[in-house]
């Protein structure tokens, strides 16, 4: 994961308030912050969007269009370490792609509870998430233990990210302020702070919350703090990092590509069998069968050494339907691969129309260049009426080296109108499940 490069100066804070829940009443916070010139993150369940009590998701656009980070926080927020590992993938990868296929930039993650082990920890780097954050870790005022009353910056753990826990009901202005001073009195360091509920008084009560009247209270206290040194950022911002690709849990059945391990290679020409080696434009460029796979022996390399216009890609062979999959009108694909890169790429897609005629269709958003091998996936809008078969595929359009591997093909509409757990702003509201932490 790339972090941030940023150094903080001695005894120099960043604040970064965190809302946790996607609870309606924190759109008074939203206005507090904003009107102090300040921002939040947002860590929303995207399956409770639209729910009594909850935000919406046109309101959670614009948090976002506001300028507050949007980070994800599970589908219904469990204690993870309750369930299966492919349940938690389902929870924690499933949420962030729906909060992505919403229109959001999400890297940040903070877990349900504070709840986490080994195994949820890989989960949500797995998920591609930038960052998580705990509940807990660092000193209270006052406390003797060997705990920072700050985290570092870059985080001693990015996947592990200490607070002070969540403000509650009891938690006084005097603490809030103290978590900040200690911090700037012990060298400095990043202190995350997190809220539930703003409202006062809570019907019903509410544990984990805060007046709107002690919130303004700590926020203007904390603006003029800027001048020395103590700032407020989003944690997005001092994590730092690309957007990656999402990944949805689980993966899609019924496989449409053929060969799509690209290990088949009947004719040794160093193509896979039922893909082709395609572009066009004004391009130099090499292309491998490689053994620095990510799975089986071999995977496939293009390198572009100077470039003008055009692209090169590897996609699946445009054939009248031996290797081309059948399209469906209406339907959306999600193509999925692993790959390597050293700039930025992407996926594209064709159709072949009832003359037997193949045309460019439509492409995904850029990827970010990684160094190791990574999954990304992309589902395309709905298939014209005149598509009959399908070639996808992903491409690089500049100087740079892609490595592709390991494809996956599947209609996503093929047994269901809509993914389950993908909000939708039209949602009725439902009753709320007991709101917590």
Same mark, same amino acid.
């Given at each position: ?10 005894g ?5 308030? %965190? ?8 759109l ?18 995207s ?32 204690h ?20 992505? %296929? ?5 890297t ?19 998920? %591609? ?13 006052? =406390? ?43 060298? =400095? ?9 703003i ?18 209270a ?11 040194g ?26 449409l ?14 193509t896979p069998?039922?893909?082709?080696? =395609?572009?066009?434009?004004?391009n ?6 490689? *053994?620095?796979?990510?799975s ?59 003359? =037997? ?25 709905g ?11 992903? *491409? ?42």
């Amino acid at each position: 994961m790339e972090t941030t490069t940023r150094a903080l100066a001695p005894g120099q804070v960043i604040v970064s308030l %965190n809302f946790d829940d996607c609870l309606a009443n924190q759109l008074q916070a939203a206005s507090m912050l904003e009107a102090r010139g300040m921002r939040g993150t947002f860590y929303i369940n995207s399956a409770r969007l639209g729910m009594s009590g909850r935000l919406t998701l046109t309101q959670v656009r614009a948090l976002r269009d506001a300028g507050h980070e949007i980070g994800g926080h599970t589908l219904t927020h469990p204690h993870l370490t309750e369930l299966s590992a492919d349940d938690q993938r389902r929870e924690i990868c499933n949420d962030r792609v729906a909060l992505l %296929n919403a229109g959001f930039r999400v890297t940040s993650f903070a877990y349900p509870f504070g709840d986490k082990d080994s195994v949820t920890r890989q989960i949500v780097i797995d998920c %591609n998430y930038n960052s998580a954050r705990e509940s807990g870790g660092l000193r209270s005022p006052g =406390g003797s233990s060997s705990n920072p009353y700050g985290e570092p910056v870059p985080p001693a753990d990015a996947y592990a990210i200490r607070t002070h826990g969540s403000v509650q009901s009891t938690t006084s202005l005097d603490t809030m302020k103290a978590w900040v001073l200690n911090a700037e009195n012990s060298g =400095g360091g990043w202190i995350p702070i997190v809220f539930h509920h703003i409202c006062s008084p809570c019907d019903p009560p509410q544990q984990y919350s805060i007046s709107p009247a002690n919130l303004a209270a700590f926020l203007d206290w904390l603006a003029p703090r800027v001048s020395r040194g103590t700032t407020v950022a989003l944690m997005d911002t001092v994590i730092g990092g690309a957007l990656k690709p999402p990944v949805s849990w689980p993966p899609t059945s019924s496989q449409l590509f053929q060969n799509p391990s690209l290990e088949a290679d009947s004719n040794g020409d160093g193509t896979p069998d039922c893909w082709q080696r =395609g572009g066009f434009g004004t391009n130099t460029f090499t292309w491998t069968r490689t *053994s620095d796979a990510h799975s089986g022996s071999w995977a496939q390399q293009v390198r572009i050494t100077s470039y003008t216009s055009g692209d090169r890609k590897l996609i699946s062979l445009q054939d009248s339907g031996t290797c081309a999959p059948a399209a469906t009108s209406g339907h959306r694909y999600r193509i999925s691969a692993w790959y390597k890169a050293t700039t930025s790429v992407r996926f594209k897609a064709y159709t072949r129309d009832s003359s =037997g005629v193949w045309d460019y269709w439509t492409q995904g958003p850029l990827l970010p260049a990684v160094s190791s091998y990574t999954r990304a996936e992309w589902t395309t809008p709905g298939v014209p009426s005149s598509a009959r078969r399908l070639s996808l595929g992903m *491409s690089i359009d500049r100087v740079g080296t892609l490595t592709v591997d390991d494809y996956s093909l599947n209609d996503i509409d093929a047994t269901t109108a809509r993914p389950a757990d993908y909000p939708r702003a039209e949602e009725e509201e439902e009753a709320a499940a007991p709101m917590s932490p």
